[in-house]
């Protein structure tokens, strides 16, 4: 797919600029320098021909220098990568020094490249355009990334480059499984997606907080296309540091809603915290399909210096998070890349068994066993009783759709809490639908109370149907008649 990086020193609007292009705020945009550090990628579909468009952090005056030369690095990756180039200024700075260096680096990649002058908000910043043709660029745009002005005639210039040899929007809106990474600040997440991707994707460091947009990457995995999105890492609720680490909380959060399947990443090395319990309850509020990750697994070793045993910890995990009980657990190395092929062999497992579909008479035949063989308590004289019960099959099955199960029943307030995870353990002991929580829908019958006040209903919306079609008939008299 044809690929355009944005280039730029920090603060000139790259991110803006980014999210005008997608129509949506993917990327965070703040006053702060050097707030974007990752490439960030997304598909822009705005045209006739969709293409891929990366964000990158700004190159020079060094506003993070924890983080410099690791975004300079990735901006490198994102420009050795692209088709085309936007090179970025800001238009009320006017030409600065680094822009200068920046334009020199840039014309020896020899790609094509078309500068945008941001922050011409007004007619009367126009002339402020002028300045930047000392850079020596044929193609120059005006444009306000703040107020979309000059969004259109940048997308026709991009469609000129982007030629009739590129694919047709429709061709490439088959939706893909999103995968969420997630988890605490500094588990592993992006050495996690760096190694499933083969390449340093997303920037790596010891210090807590380093990613802080969502990354989406397109890869394939076992032959599977997915869309991976490496999230930052939730911090406790009181303790976010600044606003953009804010921010970074609601786009992973807005990531987690987004996606078909969680991958929860935890801390090998230490207990299971209260901040893992909470991400892990997003995971089960929001009803994901999830696979747990133990990293770091390299480093754990007995108190004798033996092996640690996987089985042991993975039963240590579902303790603690007895609510994932279905999510596999797996132990690897994202720094080594130790068993980080049971990682997408499970995934693989979870997505075939959210395929699985059970037929009506043999799951009609499995209740009638599981109610003989434990029935349900009575509540005041009364037992919950199942009449009929069939799985949910939408029309339009998305991908990882966890299963559901519809259960006729005479009374669905007499279903107890413990009859329910009955239920459920039954289920599973028999279809164990890895990776997948179970939802069970009650529909009761109606009282006899109900059904006569449904049928007195049904009469009177007759009657009132009925009326309009009289009142007709006599006004289409009145009118013959007079």
Known sequence: ????????????????????????????????????RDRLAAICDKGAYPFEIIDTGGIGDAPDPDFAEATHTAA????????????VVDGRAGVTPLDRELAQQLRRSHLPLILVVNKIDEKMHEPLVNDFYELGFEQILSFSAAHGVGLHHLMTVIAQHLGETQEKKSQVQEAFPKLAIVGRPNVGKSSLLNK??????????????????????????????????????????????????????MRTQEALRRADVG???????????????????????????????????DLVHKADGGRASQGDYAEMIRREL??????????????????IGRLLS???????????????????????????????PSRGGRRFKLLYATQISPEVRPPFHSPEFLLFVNDEKLMSDSYHKYLLHAIRSQWPF??????????GRLSREEQDRKAEGGEHHSRVNKEPHVLKKNEKGNRLGG
């Not at 997505?351 to 349900?376: D, M, S």
């Open 1 to 36: 797919m044809f690929r355009i990086a944005i280039i730029g020193r920090p603060n000139v609007g790259k991110s803006s600029l980014f999210n005008r292009l997608l129509g949506r705020r993917t990327a965070i945009v703040h006053d702060q320098p050097g707030v974007t």
């Open 76 to 87: 490198q990756t994102a420009i050795a990568s692209a088709h085309l180039l936007l090179f």
């Open 196 to 249: 499933i991707l083969g390449e340093e994707r997303s920037i790596v460091s010891p210090i807590s907080g380093t990613t802080r947009d969502a990354l989406d990457v397109l890869c394939e995995l076992k032959g599977v296309p997915y869309l991976l999105v490496d999230t930052a890492g939730l911090r406790h609720r009181s303790r976010p540091d600044t606003s953009v680490e804010i921010f970074s909380a």
């Open 263 to 297: 991958v929860l990443v935890l801390d090998a090395t230490v207990d299971v915290t209260a901040q893992d319990k909470r991400i892990a309850g997003m995971l089960q509020e929001s009803f994901k399909p999830c696979l747990i990750v133990l990293n770091k697994w």
């Open 322 to 339: 007895f609510f994932l009980d279905y999510a596999p657990v797996i132990c690897l190395s994202a720094k080594t890349g130790q068993e």
């Open 346 to 376: 499970s995934l693989e497992e979870v997505r075939k068994a959210a395929e699985v579909r059970i037929p009506t008479g043999e799951l009609n035949r499995f209740f009638k066993a599981v109610w003989e063989h434990q029935p349900p």
């Open 434 to 443: 890895a990776g997948l929580p179970i939802r069970l829908r009650l529909k």
